[in-house]
């Protein structure tokens, strides 16, 4: 038996936010309205939403050193997450980024600075990680150590998701990695001029199980390789929308959720669109995440 559900692998970062009236103009000072300082990370959100929702999650990667990249592994750790495979890099300085939400909206505009850590040395308590766990969950954010362990991964049988953005380098090498294929609508957009549905055709064909792209105030949109037939689902509203920041995190790790359980596509998108909308109702990538509870409860009164 799996000691773990899903281990992800990726980038642990630390996300500054400010809450303001509105954006900033050039030579303005402008006092936020609020500000927090929340972990973050694409495949670190993730794992937390899963680990919150009461999945045995762990976490592959490293951090700079100090009490920002300490920050990082020890909100992880406070979700219960495994984090003995998080590598801390003397004299390297952490990932921090700076956002800034605009209050009326919940839009965002966010400098991700990445730090000096570019990359990390796999070791065979990564492996072993890796041997025992059900699922894969990779935001490509260290290109080489993550084709590596993904290589690895697939020879094992393990299930893989990934998480690629329009930046991510060799992303189309993570593309033919992934058993579940969730991406955005920024993505896509340039290859296939925003026809989502030949996306989600090439995908499947590729090698997916699963694939879906998320659309933002569109909702999302997924196919499976055995029906290859399009399911559209909107979002699911919430009021007020404080923050969009970690929701496409949030749906990844809802998603891995529903996989765990067995639920059929619909069902999964569904849930998957209830949490990320929910995380929306709090500032940052972590504060808002619901429980299994919260979240079931909402999905219960949702008709589509």
């Avoid at 630390?14 to 103009?25: R, T």
């Avoid at 990844?252 to 359980?261: I, P």
Wanted: charged share 25%; net charge negative.
């Amino acid at each position: 038996m799996n000691k773990f559900d899903v281990t992800g692998i990726g980038g642990a970062t630390v996300d500054h936010l400010n809450v303001v009236d509105k954006f900033p103009e050039k030579d303005l000072k402008t006092i936020p309205i609020r500000s927090s300082l929340q972990g973050g990370g694409q495949a670190a959100n993730a794992i937390a939403c899963l680990a919150r929702l009461g999945a045995k999650t762990a976490m592959i990667g490293t951090v700079g050193e100090g009490p920002i990249g300490q920050f990082a592994i020890d909100t992880l750790k406070d979700e219960g997450v495994e984090t003995g495979c998080m590598v801390v890099q003397e004299d390297k300085a952490p990932a921090l980024s700076s956002i800034i939400v605009e209050e009326h909206t919940g839009s965002r505009t966010i400098i991700a600075d990445r730090g000096e850590v570019k990359d990390f040395a796999i070791n065979d308590d990564m492996y072993e990680l890796l041997d025992n766990t059900r699922m894969i969950h990779s935001d490509a954010h260290f290109p080489d150590q993550n084709v590596e362990l993904l290589k690895y991964a697939r020879e094992k049988g393990v299930k893989i998701c990934v998480d690629a953005e329009p930046h991510t380098p060799h992303s189309e090498k993570f593309v033919e990695y992934a058993d579940y294929l969730i991406v955005s609508r920024k993505f896509v957009e340039d290859k296939f001029n925003k026809d989502y549905e030949k996306a989600l055709y090439e995908y499947v064909d590729l090698g997916a199980e699963i694939a879906v792209v998320t659309l933002g105030k569109y909702g999302a949109i997924g196919m499976t390789k055995d029906d290859k037939t399009c399911l559209s689902i909107p979002i699911f509203d919430v009021e007020p929308v404080v923050d969009t920041t970690g929701a496409g995190d949030a749906f990844h790790g809802a998603f891995l959720y529903g996989m765990l359980q067995g639920w059929d596509l619909k069902k999964n998108m569904m849930f998957s669109n209830v949490v990320s909308g929910l995380k929306c109702k709090k500032i940052g990538g972590r504060l808002g995440l619901p429980t299994l509870q919260e979240a079931l409860d909402a999905l219960e009164t949702w008709k589509i």
